[in-house]
């Protein structure tokens, strides 16, 4: 099926920037649609923003201003600049990536925001 692995978690503070990463690989060519959620304890899983396979980006209302999902040059290298984060972005971040009928989650990485 689909591989697909995040990178770029950690501890920052209020306000600072990081980036995360998801590659998404498989034996299946094509460019993938890939979406950020996120989950934090106590709380559903969410959307933090996607990107269709023709690069068209979609945000949650929470994230519209700070966040920033793109392709990179390989197209299913997708990232998340998170910008001016706050506490209450802390969470697990999880990557998916979706072609036609397979589906795969990444195995999430955490993203704390504290000062």
């Known amino acids: 099926q689909l591989l697909v692995v995040e990178r770029g978690g950690g501890l920052v503070n209020p306000g600072e920037s990081l980036r995360l990463s998801c590659a998404a690989s498989?034996?299946?060519?094509?460019?993938?649609?890939i979406g950020w959620y996120r989950q934090a304890p106590g709380r559903q899983r969410e959307l933090v923003a996607s990107?269709?396979?023709?690069?068209?980006?979609n945000y949650a209302d929470s994230a519209k201003g700070r966040f920033t999902i793109s392709r990179g040059n390989t197209k299913n290298t997708v990232y998340l600049q998170m910008d001016n984060v706050d506490t209450e972005d802390t969470a697990v971040y999880y990557c998916?990536?979706?072609?036609?009928?397979?589906?795969?989650w990444g195995q999430g990485i955490q993203v704390t925001v504290s000062s």
């Open positions: 998916n990536a979706r072609f036609r009928s397979l589906s795969s």
């Open positions: 498989g034996n299946v060519p094509g460019v993938y649609d």
């Open positions: 990107i269709t396979s023709s690069g068209s980006p």
